[in-house]
């Protein structure tokens, strides 16, 4: 009788895994989870979301991708699950070998870098910050998460998310939630993108209340409607109209003598032949975005008649041409390039109406009462443009009884005063520091300004004045001129336990208002602020110098650099830093800080073409940055360890698997017997 061969010792180890998997419930959980059916599954789940979500943020933005995958419940859970599946993997092979150094050391790197993308999520974030060198310094940062703050009628105050952007509150379906611990309902039934302020000034009970004159300033060939409300105060006395006008509320005007304006001269009855000689200037401010509706300004009494539009040229989104169409149906393009600050003809050569861009802006808006460029990217394309010629080749005017008035120019100034006389003003308009107009006007009255095709209407003359300050939603059609001075917002309200509702309020972002439960003010009330959120800092930074080198010989930016300042004040600490295009600033900077990701990294993120004074910086701050870049490193370590380092298997543990099937009951005794596993 032949004995049986003695099993070797990978086959009493592979003998003694296989028995503890068929007897141990929690051996037997550990091989489940770890699994490769289940690894592949978790693997091509995770696959096709962040396939999916580079989709939608190529087609949308990065906040729906960020909504259904990065910041969903789901992919926690999905990536926990594939951190479990590997750790059980690695445990199904315990006790680990030599040969399984490698395995384990892959695995566990994955693992570690998944803490780290945990860690950086929830104990990190990515916030951003805008500095301009000519004001203090900052110590917030800014989110691209919406919230809401409450304070509760019984002193109690909270924070919540409230993302609007993919599931915006209606009146259908509007946003419910009660006040803790109280009978009241906040509800939100309305989101916009274009709140306007809506200052009402309106007479004061107060005696001891100042003046205030409303007025409003129209202008029917551009459609505009500007109003001006002035209070006898510090902040609200003056008015900036455009940057070309100023108007002021002052204490008195000379009432005794007054100053007749110039009686507006009636075209002489020769005018038609003049028309051959004097030349007619027109501007047209045209948006790419908007071709249906250019600002146009003339000094003629009728526009030139001609169509100008601004289109991208095919297959280069940052280069624009300019379409001419003439009075005979002709259309002429030209790229903008070729017509900045350089005067074409609009015909042919000889043609004497002439034609130019006199400025482009990549990305219009208003600041100030200017026109300025936000970045240098085209997404909101605009030009000026200029249109002169003989007037003969206009076509004739309608018939007017005064001749148009003079383009609007700079240092223009307009004084009111209340009037001896309840419910007049007194007003005086200078013109290069010569008073020309010095007249009474009542409420209700036009007042016709001498300003191009401006008239200032008197609304509201009050001698003891407050004002109501208010938003409203404008429904009209947006224009990128207008586009500029809206806000977001959300309209709420209050729901008593009797189901009746308060006043609706709209909360502009970055502010917060107070919802009352009834129209009446004693009633209960509780404060609710909306807007990003921030994240205060221990520490200040201030913009010292913002420089933007330029290629040699274009207009090319060739790096941004941001020289900052840190101030930590407890600590008296005072760090001097740069960041430039690919190399952010770091606070507090030291190297230990930066091996555990405990340094504020600051990189470029925006600028303004316009002003130099102002960049806005990516602020990130990521603990889980070790663990990321270990993990990663353990993962290339331990793929080299199993395809170059490890020694080869022999003949006798690769048969180890068929000789655990032979050795049948004398495995387990071996195995009982031999305890190296």
Known sequence: MTANPKP???????????????????????????????????????????????????????????????????????????????????????????????????????????????????????????????????????????????????????????????????????????????????????????????????????????????????????GQNVPAELMSTADSSTFDFFGMAKIELVDSLDEAHLISPAAPVAPPAAAAPARNKTPFRETQLVFANAPQTPVIDTDSDVPSGYTIKLNPVAGSSDQFTVTVTSLNGTNKTWPVRDLESKWSNLQGDGDLILFRVAKYWPDFAMKDGAPVSV??????????????????????????????????PKGLIMRVALASEPGKIVYELEREGSIQTRAIAAQGETIHLGWSKWEAKVDGVYAHAEMLRDMKEFTGTVTPMMAASFRPGIRAHLVAPNGNSGPAVWIPAGTSRELFSTKDLASEFARVGFGQRVIPLPFSITLENFEVPRDEGTDTPANYISTLRFDEASTGRVVHDKAYMNSPAMFPGDLWRSLLGWNYKFSQANWDPQNL???????????????????????????????????????????????????????DVGANANNQL
């Open 613 to 667: 004074n102002q960049t806005t910086l990516q602020v990130l701050y990521d603990p889980g940055w070790p663990f990321k870049w270990v993990g990663s490193l353990g993962i290339c370590c331990g793929i080299a360890l199993m395809f170059y380092f490890m020694p080869k298997r022999s003949p006798s543990e690769r048969a180890g698997r068929e000789e655990v099937a032979a050795a049948g009951p004398a495995a």
């Open 375 to 408: 970045s240098d990217q085209p997404h909101n394309p605009a030009v000026l443009v200029q249109i002169t010629g003989p007037s003969k080749l206009l076509p004739p005017p309608a018939p007017k009884p005064v001749a148009a008035a003079p383009p609007l």
């Open 8 to 222: 070797s010792s990978e086959a009493l180890r592979r003998a003694k895994i296989k028995r503890r998997r068929e007897t141990s419930t929690f051996w037997m959980a550990v091989h489940l989870l770890g699994s490769l059916n289940l690894a592949v599954i978790l693997l091509i789940t995770i696959a096709g979301a962040i396939a999916f979500a580079t989709v939608m943020e190529s087609k949308f933005d990065s906040a729906v991708a960020r909504y259904y995958i990065y910041d969903a419940a789901w992919f926690d859970v999905w990536l926990l699950a594939l951190a479990l599946n590997l750790l059980c993997a690695a445990l199904t092979r315990w006790p680990w070998q030599r040969k399984h150094l490698g395995f384990v050391v892959t695995h566990a790197g994955i693992i570690l870098m998944l803490t780290g993308a945990v860690l950086g999520r929830t104990q990190g974030f990515e916030a951003f910050v805008t500095l301009d060198k000519t004001k203090p310094p900052e110590n917030r940062l800014f989110m691209h998460d919406t919230i809401l703050t409450i304070d509760s009628p019984n002193g109690v105050r909270g924070q919540m998310p409230f993302e609007i952007e993919m599931h915006p509150p209606t009146e259908a379906h509007p946003f419910l939630l009660p006040l803790e611990n109280t009978d009241l309902k906040l509800v939100i039934d309305h989101t916009t993108e274009n709140l306007v302020p809506d200052d009402t000034l309106a007479v004061s009970s107060d005696p001891s209340a100042p003046a205030g004159v409303a007025l409003r300033f129209v202008n029917a060939g551009m």
